[in-house]
């Protein structure tokens, strides 16, 4: 029997639509068919995802429908035009017309690469997300940023395409294994370190509930990130601005995900060591007590995140990386920083003097503790 | 020294962008600034526009630019993922950042993939239209369509993705070989037809000098094509009704450029073709007098167009292709057809049977005129 609990709105005009947060929502045919676009549907799952859910959306879809499953691999490594180019060809096959409805069941990548082909496929069809992993509840299915990644960066290629909706089955966390759990995690840390001092606060009590996957504190926690996202996204849909402060953390991330090779570090685990980083240069200008750091460490360690860079990626690497990032505009590379806790704010004038300081000493750390 | 004759605007909100009509506006470095969105430029051209042009354009964007030139082969079968992939390629490699502005500098082709990449890198970056074929002119560069081809259909995989300005240079066309020149006029006639009895009566008046490049034709004839473009797409930017009836000619022609081969046949050519089978089957529903087939028929073979469907081409493969376009809604297969010479309607119950007289008729034509 599904169960609503939370229902929020991300306002962007012709655009906007509803994310159903609640129990057993996979099943909920009702809620899924008031968002289909005609009587033809993909499903984009991958294999580790599939076998647990896909039948129970078919299932919920009900009788005289036209359905595709479409199944990639598992990982980051596999979010690529390849698997753009696979969807289409296969939506090509089966005749699927532009009334078709994509729904996308699973983590980060599968919404990324599914939305993504949403927005090309005969130049744009319907979308719902149904993300059953922390971090695409949290943050990916909602927003509209869809993708893939190239060889030479991360994200690089694709599109803003909003879904009809986005359906967060809480108990879909169940069969999460640890790691992607504390992956989503990072996510949720993020923003009370942007935003909410005050969730960030409850964050700092409320780990051992989440990390034990008590359903309230999962069901606050999602619901607190995902209205905190819907707002920032509401006042800025395109990342013209302020849309900015949700990539703390990220450009270090990205670095180390490319540097690493996709699908190596998960991406959590890349923002949680990044967010680290942002928060330390915070403190070296003065912007943050120092104090501030061994309460994140502890935070980042109690969700079993990494808290340094990995072996071998030496300042060159990360500057060369950063330098290829989406945040650069006109040669300036751009990075998100806080002015405070629950404070973020975008600077262009990081300088490489500062950087390589900051990544000089990450990389000595790491030393440290090998 | 360049000369601006129209300026017409297509009214879409915040994405709304001017059409200049003149001569020489390719050296135009001033009205090419307007529309930058940085220091940053990628002009992407194929290999035969790009010796004539390219300089030109590089030449008036002047000093302190950062320039990437991406230079295509040319022809209808490189509207392909892989050269979309060679573009993003080339961008990234080059660290091209968000505030690259891309300018397309050819036909239709340039234009198609150049948007569509324009649409996806970073998930967004500026982008404007020269276009420099009649067809390019008058149809594809203006409304925001961007896609590449799949060997399965025509157009599959895009999005809608306006430019921030299109230039339109009448004298680019003096280096247009004729068949260019025929294809484009196709697309002209079809203004016409869809929508201004006076201006297809204009057209057949006007042909010979437009086929020998009257300079004052040639801005007549794109401006009132333009006009009508820009009507349409203001009121139906995506399509979602009146925006089909530009496609008149388009279901049957990409259906004889799908089984041909994409570049054996020019779009335009296959639109042509397209147009007359589909007044055919307006006569035939009595919706339009017998007698405007041959004044159609004598305006294309006016225009060197051709008006037999291609040798080989059965029935059952335009049906067989007709059934994938993008113009097929839950299983039906929606035509644009005509009520009158100037008045199109978009009609979802061709049967089966209805089509296969109007094509086992076509294939009879085309034998006997071999």
Known sequence: MSVIMHTLHVDLGERSYPVYIGRDLLA????LARHLGGSEVAIVSNETVAPLYVAKVRGALGEGRRVTEIVLPDGEQYKTLHSLEHILERLLQER??????????????????AGFAAACYQRGVGFIQVPTTLLAQVDSSVGGKTAVNHPLGKNMIGAFYQPRAVLIDIDSLHTLPARELSAGLAEVIKYGLICDPAFYAWL???MPRLLAREESALAEAIERSCSLKAAVVAADE??????????????????????????????GEAVAVGMLLALRLSVARGWVDAAEIPVLEALLRQAQLPLEIPAGMTPEVFLDLMGRDKKVVDGCLRLVLLRGIGEACVVADATTAELDTLLQDAVARAKSRC
């Open 28 to 31: 909920d045919g009702e809620v």
């Open 96 to 113: 699927h017309s532009r009334s078709t409805t994509i729904i996308a069941v699973g983590g980060g990548v599968v919404g990324d690469v």
């Open 204 to 206: 700092q009590e409320a």
């Open 238 to 267: 395109r990342e013209g601005g302020l849309r900015a402060i949700l990539n703390l953390g990220h450009t270090f991330g990205h670095a180390i995900e490319t540097a690493q090779g996709y699908g190596a570090w998960l991406h």
